[in-house]
Nanobody
Framework: QVQLVESGGGLVQAGGSLRLSCAAS????????MTWYRQAPGKQRELVAA???????DYGIPVKGRFTISRDNAKNTVYLQMNSLKPEDTAVYYC?????????WGQGTQVTVSS
């Protein structure tokens, strides 16, 4: 079974920074992409950022210029550096890795940004 362990969430004030990490382990031999999604209460889950095995990145419009995704392929770990945080960034952030066409999800980590 694939296991994803997330860390780094917490409470920060507007303008602050957080760094999330997600380490994948288990029966994973090749990860096509590693991603971050977020979901605020009462809202749809949305893509935050993604990075493939070659390093290509993609970002959701609300976080462009503020968040940076990176990965360590040797450690099967993905990071999300979150700068200039806004109250609208408050959500549960979920790590997801893609193996072939299947998504494996982490448990989520709460990020709360005070106004």
């Amino acid at each position: 079974q694939v296991q994803l362990v997330e860390s780094g969430g917490g409470l920060v004030q507007a303008g602050g920074s957080l760094r999330l990490s997600c380490a994948a382990s288990g029966s994973i031999f090749s990860i096509n992409a590693m991603t971050w999604y977020r979901q605020a209460p009462g809202k749809q889950r949305e893509l935050v950022a993604a990075v493939n095995s070659d390093g290509r990145t993609d970002y959701g419009i609300p976080v462009k210029g503020r968040f940076t995704i990176s990965r360590d392929n040797a450690k099967n770990t993905v990071y999300l550096q979150m700068n200039s945080l806004k109250p609208e960034d408050t959500a549960v952030y979920y790590c997801a890795v893609i193996v072939a066409t299947r998504f494996y999800w982490g448990q989520g980590t709460q990020v709360t940004v005070s106004s």
